[in-house]
């Protein structure tokens, strides 16, 4: 049990005995770190419903607690906090009850429970995966992870947006200056080459915009009559009506498209159990829509399109079908999440990772899915996230200025490795081995980076700064895995054996309070749908253990009850940064 588990009953035992009134509930908080204490009770509530001060109801409680739980050694009032010290012995219990739990922290799924489907990536198939499908990537993979691990079934997902007016400016500008080219007679990864053709377009197209400016039309007219985007504008028209020869084209690109995403996720680490297509899923919906008119949810208007009107619920004024019958991305949406119940019936709730331009969109989608009468609306969640910024200023995909996801992988590879090289600390290791750990080491400083920065925030990201072995980054955690992994390897006895400790240092408990911590964090992260509070939560664990290691002594310990003892727990501290950084879908180095 944990401590706010034990002490919370005994504390409302308390107050009913002492002041023959009922508490709900304690509020707890950690002892700050300048007063002696191991939790801390929050004693302010009390005075609505008990007279006297915060001291004098604070000390009588720390009484009743020493004198009736055996796990309350003493205690501290400091104004209106009763600061509450924790007998070694119930740390060391503790500690001996989860030592052998495998994935300490995690929770299996209840058969009956409902799954939540987690949607991330959803990318355009006319260039490559850039730095900010890399942050959209990591928040919904390590989202989806922590949501598992929290004890709820997961289905992971995307829908690939395949079809539109940017997927012909590809077709249209290899069809004219292609001449044939693949992925395997250019050696490009096939994203890569089609993401070419997208910005070969739009120099042409701006070609074409100023000559026509110079012919006397305005910029906007110019934009309207290029050559090029009317092209594209027919290639459009034939593609929906199905002509043969385009569709071909668009399967072939397509497929490079897809083949190179692929190799991008493997090296990402990322993975997905359904993909949807918006080639497929664009006219789903329009069913829907019928049916909204026939409820009164949708209204129809005199030229024939279809609205819903939001104002009431501090919105506007939604169109949901044009005049001409065609659908528009709402309506799409609508359908989509219909469908993948359809597909998934124990999916009672979705998460969708999109940036935060998009926050309007789904505030009018999840109010249509429940006006329509979805009881799995109500557990809708949009994981709305700021921008990727770089020191060199913002992306454009296309001018060709956008930072390429496998570009900036390799990089950070080639960034660890020169840092690792300067640090000279890979004696012994073989080139296959040193290639695997500059990539776990740069793709876990990548990754972390990313991660540790509230989903909300904007960020910069600053390659060369994630990569330091030191302060809060991958590689500085990574380093103390790698370490505790080393004294393990160099145990000549067997740990495993229970010691006969029944003392312990400050510095072990205090490690071994951050350990306890580990199953509320998960808790609270996938609540939150915030991988930020387990990237924080296992640098302050690693700062606690690099605390311990420095001031107490491992295998230099002359008692061999405390040495097994410290090599439990050293060992317990590495399994909880292993598994709080495959939360993050970070590797860890068994040596650096």
């Known amino acids: 049990m944990t401590l706010t588990q034990i002490l919370t009953p005994k504390i409302q035992e308390a107050i009913q005995a002492l002041f023959s009134v009922s508490l709900d509930k304690v509020e707890f908080q950690a002892t700050r770190r300048e007063f002696e204490g191991d939790i801390t009770v929050v004693v302010f509530p009390l005075l609505k419903l008990v007279k006297g001060t915060p001291v004098e109801i604070g000390t009588k409680i720390g009484d009743y607690l020493v004198e009736n739980v055996e796990e309350v050694e003493k205690f501290n009032v400091v104004q209106g906090f009763l600061n509450i010290v924790i007998s070694d012995v119930y740390y060391l219990n503790f500690f001996n009850s989860i030592r052998n739990v495998e994935n300490f922290g995690f929770v299996a799924p209840k058969e009956d429970d409902k799954a939540i489907m987690v949607e991330y990536s959803s990318p355009n198939t006319n260039k490559p995966l850039h730095l900010g499908h890399i942050r959209n990537n990591l928040l919904g993979y390590s989202v989806a992870e922590i949501i598992k691990a929290s004890g709820k079934k997961v289905y992971k997902t995307q829908i690939i947006n395949d079809r539109g007016i940017h997927i012909c400016k590809s077709m249209l500008a290899w069809q004219k200056f292609g001449e044939d080219q693949t992925p395997e007679s250019t050696g490009l990864k096939g994203d890569k080459l089609v993401g070419n053709f997208y910005v070969e377009f739009d120099k042409q197209y701006k070609k074409e915009i100023n000559e026509l400016i110079a012919q006397g039309k305005t910029e906007e007219e110019a934009k309207k009559l290029a050559p090029s985007i009317l092209e594209a504008q027919e290639m459009l028209r034939k593609w929906e009506a199905g002509d043969a020869v385009v569709v071909e084209l668009w399967k072939k690109m397509n497929q490079w498209v897809y083949d190179g995403f692929e190799q991008t996720y493997k090296n990402l680490g990322v993975d997905f159990d359904s993909y949807y297509y918006e080639s497929n899923t664009y006219l789903l919906g329009k069913e829907v829509v019928q049916f909204g008119l026939e409820k009164g949810i949708f209204e129809k208007d005199p030229d024939g399109s279809v609205w819903i009107d939001l104002t009431e619920d501090g919105l506007d004024r939604k169109i ?170 160099k145990a000549d006895f067997d740990y495993n054996l229970t010691s006969n400790v029944t003392e312990i240092h400050e510095k072990e408990k205090e490690l071994v309070k951050e350990v306890a911590l580990f199953p509320e964090v998960i808790q609270n992260a996938a609540h939150n749908h915030s991988p930020a509070l387990i990237a924080n939560y296992t640098y302050d664990l690693v700062k606690e253990f690099n605390s311990f290691y420095q001031n107490v002594s491992i295998l230099g310990e002359e008692d061999q009850d405390k040495k097994v003892f410290r090599v439990q727990l050293a060992k317990q501290v590495g399994d909880v940064i292993k598994n709080a950084f495959g939360l993050l879908g970070i590797n860890v180095p068994e040596r650096m």
Do not use: C
């Open 320 to 489: 949901v079908l044009r005049s001409d019958g065609t659908a528009v991305y709402m309506t799409q949406d609508i359908g989509t999440a219909i469908q993948r119940v359809k597909d998934n019936p124990d999916v009672g709730g979705m998460v969708y990772t999109v940036g935060n331009e998009q926050d309007y969109h789904f505030k009018v989608l999840f109010l249509i899915l429940k006006k329509l009468g979805f009881d799995w609306a109500a557990d809708l969640f949009h994981l709305s996230y700021g921008m990727v910024e770089l020191p060199s200023g913002k992306m454009k995909s296309r001018e060709g200025t956008v930072v390429d996801a496998d570009d900036l992988m390799a990089e950070m590879t080639t960034t660890a490795q020169s840092i690792s090289e300067e640090l000279g600390k890979l004696e012994g290791y073989t080139d296959a081995e040193k290639a695997e750990l500059y990539k776990i080491i740069g793709l876990g400083a990548l990754k972390y980076y990313m991660l540790k920065v509230d989903p909300k925030k904007t960020m910069m990201f600053n390659p060369e700064e994630s990569v330091d072995f030191a302060g809060n980054t991958g590689p500085f955690i990574q380093y103390t895995y790698a370490r505790i992994q080393s004294i393990l390897r």
